[in-house]
């Protein structure tokens, strides 16, 4: 089985790539949101190109959607469509690999990006799992940046009105958004206290700890009678020290130094991660859906 912790790093190293041959990418929101989509395809959720088309198959929207440079690496990991050709044409005149998701692509369910959307959408979308008797789950990634959209927050009463407990919403929470911190531009205090005061059941993780982000599914999964909130603390830029919590990594393409400083650190850490040993059947391995 594959070191899930240092995949995330081989995977940072494919946004890249895709960053630099599109000459356009959020490559600050990839590199946080790299190890939740990780523990999603390749621990908590039911989900690969063979039940694609399957009405039991888990649900995922990428409500944060300018993001989708992270999105593609993990797909292609996954094997719905090659990385090369991801890298190939991402960006490019006609193609369907654009700067947010397509749901003219497999495996992708919601075209996203217009903030306060996604969990609107998704609470759709497990309100009808249930209704339809089935037991799979929703899951949606928002940013927190993205938590100043109103439609957030009636999406976060409906889904307590429902009791939507096949549904998991996770904020990742890096601090900085666009035009500088959260903190500065919209005051968030607690995230945790506000879905609390909501009725959602919270928790609050690493969010790039591989291992306490696949505890956070499973204990999600777990929660009865209300919908789970993970709020997921992440570095912007994470990975190197080139892009590590810098606002103006919102939206960069490195420059060929910048780049090969970026990838030296990428291939850094996965190396150090590969020799760690992991406890088999562990969160940071692949799980027996692979």
Known sequence: MQNLKALSYRLRQNVVEIIMAGRAGHIGGDMSVME??????????????????????????????????????????????????????????????????????????????????????????????????????TYVVMGDGELAEGSVWEGAMSATQYRLDNLCAVV????????????????????????????????????????????????????????????????????SAVMENKADWHHHVPSMEEYGQIMADLKAREAALSRQAEVPGGCGERGARE
């Open 172 to 239: 990742d929470r890096n601090r900085l958004q666009i035009s500088g911190s959260t903190e500065e531009v919209m005051h968030q205090d607690s995230v945790e206290a506000r879905f609390a005061a909501f009725g959602w059941g919270v928790l609050s993780v690493d969010g790039n700890d591989v291992d306490a982000l696949c505890a956070a599914f499973d204990a999600a999964k777990r929660t009865s009678g209300k919908p789970t909130l993970i709020v997921a603390n992440t570095t912007k830029g994470k990975g």
């Open 36 to 137: 939740i989509l990780v523990a999603l395809y390749f621990h908590a959720m039911n989900i690969s190109p063979e039940n694609r088309d399957d009405p039991n198959r888990d649900m995922f929207v990428m409500s944060k959607g300018h993001c989708v440079e992270a999105l593609y690496a993990v797909l292609a990991e996954k094997g719905f469509f090659p990385i090369e050709k991801v890298i190939g044409e991402y960006s490019r005149f006609a193609s369907p690999f654009i700067g947010h998701p397509n749901n003219k692509l497999p495996g992708i369910e919601m075209n996203s990006g217009s903030l306060g959307h996604g969990l609107p959408v998704a609470i759709g979308m497990a309100l009808a799992q249930r209704m339809d008797g089935r037991s799979s789950r």
